[in-house]
């Protein structure tokens, strides 16, 4: 069956954000060129600039990769579990994919999105990504089972802080320890603290 534009168009944007991740753990993303990108992705630069306007777009493509990993079949796996077995897994997913997928990356994600901030922008919090997490939150607190004071939206968006709080850490650092191992020490512990996976 032949592919349609779109599903052509999105293979194109994959094999693009896969080239730059891969090219910036090579040499740093400024030294990164499109003409390299293009390359690796074994795309031409026209395709390049169909897609994108700028490497700088294609790093916030990167990122937004993330929402890819919310499958159906992810997601369901999520609904059969209790609510805080179900935040943990969904947190670990974003983790995995910035440590595995993004990498250091990251950093100029950041960097796009703090000179370049403006209405374009999608803001993380409106994101599939965290309106799953909203939902397992408010699930949580339909059943009885949030601890914490705060409603689940203003929960969420402090999980939010807090896993951005995280990565960048990890970047100051230079990526110098293992992200899901200080996930498990610092934010973990504290999911407890905010839902329960038995009514008190």
Same mark, same amino acid.
């Given at each position: 069956? @032949?592919?349609?534009?779109?599903?052509?168009?999105?293979?194109?944007?994959? +094999?693009?954000?896969?080239?730059?991740?891969?090219?910036?753990?090579? +040499?740093?993303?400024? @030294?990164?060129?499109? +003409?390299?990108?293009?390359?690796? @992705?074994?795309?031409?630069?026209?395709?390049?600039?169909?897609?994108?306007?700028?490497?700088?777009?294609?790093?916030?493509?990167?990122?937004? +990769?993330?929402?890819?990993?919310?499958?159906?079949?992810?997601?369901?796996?999520? $609904?059969?579990?209790?609510?805080?077995?179900?935040?943990?897994?969904?947190? $670990?997913?974003?983790?995995?994919?910035?440590?595995?997928?993004?990498?250091?990356?990251?950093?100029?994600?950041?960097?796009?999105?703090?000179?370049?901030?403006?209405?374009?922008?999608?803001?993380? @919090?409106?994101?599939?990504?965290?309106?799953?997490?909203?939902?397992?939150?408010?699930?949580?607190?339909?059943?009885?089972?949030?601890?914490?004071?705060?409603?689940?939206?203003?929960?969420?968006?402090?999980?939010?802080?807090?896993?951005?709080?995280?990565?960048?850490?990890?970047?100051?650092?230079?990526?110098?320890?293992?992200?899901?191992?200080?996930?498990?020490?610092?934010?973990?512990?504290?999911?407890?603290?905010?839902?329960?996976?038995?009514?008190?």
């Amino acid at each position: 069956m @032949a592919r349609t534009q779109y599903q052509r168009s999105q293979e194109t944007q994959r +094999k693009l954000i896969d080239a730059v991740i891969q090219l910036a753990r090579e +040499k740093s993303y400024e @030294a990164v060129t499109v +003409k390299e990108i293009c390359a690796a @992705a074994g795309v031409s630069t026209g395709s390049f600039y169909h897609q994108f306007g700028s490497k700088d777009d294609l790093v916030l493509a990167t990122y937004q +990769k993330v929402d890819w990993l919310l499958t159906e079949s992810f997601l369901q796996s999520c $609904r059969d579990l209790p609510p805080a077995q179900a935040l943990d897994r969904l947190l $670990r997913r974003y983790v995995a994919f910035v440590r595995d997928d993004v990498g250091l990356v990251l950093a100029q994600y950041y960097r796009v999105r703090l000179n370049h901030f403006g209405p374009a922008f999608q803001h993380d @919090a409106d994101r599939p990504y965290f309106r799953e997490m909203r939902r397992i939150l408010r699930e949580a607190a339909d059943q009885g089972l949030l601890l914490s004071p705060l409603d689940p939206v203003p929960l969420a968006e402090l999980l939010i802080c807090l896993i951005r709080g995280l990565f960048v850490d990890w970047l100051i650092q230079s990526g110098r320890y293992d992200l899901m191992e200080r996930y498990e020490v610092q934010i973990l512990p504290l999911l407890g603290t905010m839902v329960s996976d038995k009514v008190q």
